[in-house]
């Protein structure tokens, strides 16, 4: 599943990406907020579990976005959402569906001018941090001098071969 994520650290809280947002949408559907010094995003998440759809009482929400035919904007969606994510106009409630009707991607990535917000995808993030997990447990890290790995030491092969070898 693909996210939008921003670099707090490249983030200028210039706020180019809601304006972009807003441009396109009635409202923005990405919030940067400042705590400490540091911008942080506000966006919908599309949780797997979906609290905005499970209690929303006609069914509007979807993972990523919502029917604005059966929406009657009660507020019960923006009220579980863990994020704060979603906005509630006078009529239907609004959140980040990643721009899925653009060709070009989310506004919110091509309006930032420092490049602070990208898009991600959780599952090849997942599979790259398993391999290097994996690479270290086998002693394929960057110490690769080092003969004695985790897993030799641990498994019984790895014993056994040690034992032969002295």
């Known amino acids: 599943m693909k996210k939008i994520t921003v670099n707090r650290e490249l983030c200028d ?3 180019d990406c809601q304006r972009a947002c807003e441009s396109l949408h009635e409202s923005s559907r990405i919030t940067i907020l400042e705590y400490d010094s540091s911008f942080y995003p506000i966006v919908c998440q599309q949780c797997e579990g979906q609290p ?8 509007a929400m979807t993972n990523l976005d919502v029917d604005s035919a059966k929406c009657i904007s009660c507020g019960l969606c923006s009220m579980v959402c863990p994020f704060g994510a979603i906005t509630i106009t006078l009529d239907t409630a609004e959140k980040c569906n990643r721009c899925a009707d653009r060709e070009e991607g989310p506004a919110c ?8 917000i ?3 995808d959780t599952d090849t993030i997942k599979a790259n941090k398993q391999q290097e997990f994996i690479a270290k447990l086998a002693g394929n ?3 690769k001098a080092k003969k004695n790995s985790f897993v030799n030491v641990v498994t019984a092969m ?7 070898k002295d």
Not at 52 to 59: K, L, M, N, T
Not at 109 to 116: E, G, L, N, V
Request: charged letters at 20%; one cysteine or more.
């Open 13 to 15: 809280g210039c706020l």
């Open 52 to 59: 905005c759809s499970q209690i929303c009482p006609v069914d």
């Open 109 to 116: 990535i091509q309006a930032c001018s420092k490049r602070a």
């Open 118 to 120: 990208s898009m991600v």
């Open 141 to 143: 890290g960057e110490n």
């Open 158 to 164: 790895g014993r056994a071969k040690k034992a032969l």
